[in-house]
């Protein structure tokens, strides 16, 4: 028998989703799930013969706990083939706990709540902008306000690009069908967050992404648009020390472009918010000021224009 067949009964389906949360006593898993004592009981003994539980004593406590990833994984996904997605707690809720556990550095901590999240809403723009999003944006304000240190911010980052990378793997990414782009940041321009976001979603909408990072030299950037030929080039500023590496960029990236026009070139960020002008008199095509509008405006125009 298989995991999903053993959680796809009901008892044992509440009995492992309070176990998502942590490892439990049978008197705790009885009050959280309502059942009776024995029915718990026998519940847990057949889990635990079968692997998908593990059993630890502490004093004279017996605590149950999830045995292995894969449970967790199954569970994950019939929730997500169970539920609305339109139900439960709405994403903005979650940004501050969100943000606090990343500060803690408490990375299970962020995992459950991607996993609430996920239970609720399976769309990758939401999940990145009204929750990720918004949790960068406070944890940005905590750091200006003192509150955090550069050790935090940089922890707040990687646990982010972490979880992006779970949600990711959990909406599940269909065969690349659609255009090429390549994606990535002139040197000393460090910010890549919002750039993945791009990418995965690009990703989601069948587009064959060539994801480069951050701080990328110039020739090598331009080895891989060349190889690649892409329809489309994203570049990331956000700082002032990357400002003219992201100019430079353009103007080689325009130069070596073909008759087609192609590929075109997009750019976003806090430098490129803050005066546009200057990205586009180099030859950027287009910019963005969020996922939201690279996504609705920018995306139906690039593709129209693809033909
Ligand atoms: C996390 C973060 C970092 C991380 C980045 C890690 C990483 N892997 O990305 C680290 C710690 C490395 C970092 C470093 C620095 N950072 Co910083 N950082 C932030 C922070 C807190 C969040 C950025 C973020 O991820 N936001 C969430 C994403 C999703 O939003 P986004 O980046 O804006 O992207 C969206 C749009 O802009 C747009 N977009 C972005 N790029 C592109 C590209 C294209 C083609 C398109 C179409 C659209 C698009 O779509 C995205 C999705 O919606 C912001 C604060 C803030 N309010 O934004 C400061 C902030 C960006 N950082 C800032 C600064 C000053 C720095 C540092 C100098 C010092 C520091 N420690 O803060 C260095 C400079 C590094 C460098 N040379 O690039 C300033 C920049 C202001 C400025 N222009 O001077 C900010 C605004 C904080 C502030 N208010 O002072 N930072």
Known sequence: MSIFDEISEQSRRAILMNLMDGSRSVNEIVEATGLRQPNVSNHLARLRAKGIVSTSRIGRHIYYSISKAEVEDALNAIIRT??????????????????RAACRGD???????????????????????????AAMT??????????????????????????????????????????????????????????????DFLTSQNWSVKFLGANVPIPSFLREVSDSRPEIVLISCAHEDGVEWT???????????????????????????????RFLDEGADFLATSLVQFSEVILPTVTAHRG
């Open 82 to 99: 169970s539920e609305s997605p339109t139900t439960g707690a709405s994403l903005s809720d979650l940004v501050i706990p969100y943000a």
């Open 247 to 277: 100019l430079r960029l353009i103007r080689e990236l325009v130069s070596q472009r073909g008759k087609e026009g192609r590929p075109q070139i997009g750019v976003g960020g806090w430098m490129v918010n803050e005066d546009p002008k």
């Open 138 to 199: 406070t944890i940005g304000e905590w750091y200006l306000s003192g509150a955090i240190d550069d050790a935090q911010e940089h922890m707040t980052s990687s646990i982010t690009e972490r979880q992006m990378a779970r949600i990711m793997n959990y909406l599940g990414a269909p065969n690349p069908t659609g255009g090429v782009a390549v994606i990535g940041a002139a040197p000393h321009n460090h910010h890549t967050i919002g750039l993945r976001m791009l990418s």
């Open 107 to 133: 990375e299970r901590e962020c995992n459950r709540i991607i996993d609430q999240a996920l239970r609720t809403n399976r769309e990758l723009i939401p999940l990145y902008t009204e929750l990720l999003s």
